[in-house]
């Protein structure tokens, strides 16, 4: 009874159109495909414990054939949003935004104006570092502490997504073990940035999210 | 307004000064002088903290792209109530969660995307000691998704649902920075 409550409830969702794509890969119609996509956003404590480590993966589901074309754009920044007192509001920002073949990254700093639209912070440059090319060794920079590297990577997501999909649609009750992961073999645009944790603000924990921004 | 204009035309010439600087072993050689330009404004196209939230809880189409243009401080009151009706359209059954949250406190969490991260300790979405604690490249967050939206409150409901048994990247992750695994 439960369980045909439950599956109800899954097919109702889906009828009223949910389409799942995760974790944010393609999440919706005006980024799929395009610079703009955010995949997933990460933050840990680096091998460093002094440093945390911030990742923003964009235009998932790459395939190894298709990597090598994909580009950053220069009309999108990626932008880090670190509340340290707990409003949701930015207080600091890393931006990072490619210009030739570099990426170049500005803060942790405070912001402009906080909310939907920013300007690039010019007066906290931070580094740079070469944008590393398909199939070749990661080039990473190391400047004022921080560390930075932007290029393809593999897409560190795994999730059984096809199955879920199907869950959703009414065609299977539960997921199957072993899982396939749909992520498997697919590549991402990765942005990580690693920074000692003495420059995100005092406080004991923050709170992050991550936002492209494009120059109109 | 035109104090603003003068200001970003003085903090251009005073950045692309500083490259100029930086390039002037160049000087022997063709190359351009770059002169970079990173005047004006740049607006929110994407938005992104905990894992699958908005694939999860929002309906298709035009919500989604409002999702990703809504800043986090005017998430919570636009969208608790949309996360809350999806919660239970996924799980009509849902009572509270490991977390021991409501329906309505869950989705009050949910609906403000942003992602706590510890500035001390060990870094991770959950790992049965550290609870949302940042998210590292190796945690299993749909597993930890789909237990606190399906598991109930001691994680054993459908289970299922509560697993997708992929428990792990199909590559291996480097111990040092850039941390990620090298592109298929």
């Known amino acids: 009874m439960k369980k045909t409550k439950m599956v109800?409830?899954?097919?109702?969702?889906?009828?009223?159109?949910?389409?799942?794509?995760?974790?944010?890969?393609?999440?919706?119609?005006?980024?799929?495909?395009?610079?703009?996509?955010?995949?997933?956003?990460?933050?840990?404590?680096?091998?460093?414990?002094?440093?945390?480590?911030?990742?923003?993966?964009?235009?998932?589901?790459?395939?190894?054939?298709?990597?090598?074309?994909?580009?950053?754009?220069?009309?999108?920044?990626?932008?880090?949003?670190?509340?340290?007192?707990?409003?949701?509001?930015?207080?600091?920002?890393?931006?990072?935004?490619?210009?030739?073949?570099?990426?170049?990254?500005?803060?942790?700093?405070?912001?402009?104006?906080?909310?939907?639209?920013?300007?690039?912070?010019?007066?906290?440059?931070s580094g740079s570092v070469a944008i590393s090319a398909y199939g070749s060794t990661p080039?990473?920079?190391?400047?004022?502490?921080?560390?930075?590297?932007?290029?393809?990577?593999?897409?560190?997501?795994?999730?059984?997504?096809?199955?879920?999909?199907?869950?959703?649609?009414?065609?299977?009750?539960?997921?199957?073990?072993?899982?396939?992961?749909?992520?498997?073999?697919?590549?991402?645009?990765?942005?990580?940035?690693?920074?000692?944790?003495?420059?995100?603000?005092?406080s004991a924990t923050i709170s992050v999210w991550a936002e492209t921004k494009k120059k109109i | 307004m035109k104090t603003n204009k003068y200001k970003i035309v003085a903090m251009s010439l005073l950045f692309s000064a500083t490259f100029l600087i930086s390039c002037n072993n160049d000087d022997d050689n063709n190359s351009v002088t770059p002169t970079l330009d990173f005047s004006g404004s740049y607006v929110l196209q994407d938005q992104m903290a905990r894992p699958a939230i908005n694939t999860v809880f929002i309906g298709s189409g035009a919500p989604k792209d409002a999702f990703n243009t809504t800043i986090p401080s005017a998430m919570g009151?636009?969208?608790?109530?949309?996360?809350?009706?999806?919660?239970?359209?996924?799980?009509?059954?849902?009572?509270?969660?490991?977390?021991?949250?409501?329906?309505?406190?869950?989705?009050?969490?949910?609906?403000?995307?942003?992602?706590?991260?510890?500035?001390?300790?060990?870094?991770?979405?959950y790992n049965g000691t550290q609870v949302l604690t940042g998210r590292a490249l190796a945690d299993d967050v749909i597993d930890v998704e789909l237990i606190l939206i399906f598991g109930g409150p001691d994680a054993t409901a459908n289970p299922g649902l509560t697993s997708d048994h992929v428990n792990a990247n199909d590559k291996t992750f480097l111990t040092s920075f850039p941390y990620l695994a090298s592109a298929w």
């Open chain 2, 77 to 125: 009151a636009a969208y608790q109530g949309v996360f809350q009706s999806r919660l239970m359209a996924l799980n009509p059954g849902y009572t509270t969660n490991l977390l021991g949250l409501s329906a309505a406190a869950f989705t009050g969490v949910l609906a403000t995307d942003v992602l706590g991260v510890a500035k001390s300790g060990p870094t991770s979405f």
């Open chain 1, 139 to 202: 080039i990473t920079a190391t400047e004022n502490g921080m560390k930075f590297f932007a290029g393809p990577r593999d897409d560190p997501f795994f999730f059984d997504l096809g199955q879920f999909k199907s869950i959703l649609g009414g065609t299977a009750t539960g997921f199957n073990n072993p899982g396939t992961d749909t992520f498997a073999g697919t590549n991402v645009l990765a942005t990580v940035i690693e920074v000692p944790k003495s420059m995100l603000g005092t």
């Open chain 1, 8 to 125: 109800l409830g899954l097919s109702l969702v889906a009828i009223s159109g949910l389409i799942f794509m995760a974790a944010d890969h393609a999440d919706a119609p005006a980024v799929t495909g395009n610079a703009s996509d955010i995949t997933d956003v990460y933050a840990f404590q680096g091998q460093d414990t002094n440093n945390m480590v911030f990742v923003v993966n964009t235009q998932g589901l790459l395939s190894p054939g298709a990597t090598a074309a994909a580009t950053f754009n220069e009309n999108v920044m990626t932008e880090l949003n670190i509340d340290n007192n707990g409003d949701n509001v930015e207080d600091l920002v890393i931006q990072a935004i490619k210009r030739g073949d570099k990426m170049y990254f500005f803060g942790p700093t405070a912001p402009g104006t906080t909310g939907a639209t920013s300007t690039v912070k010019t007066t906290a440059a």
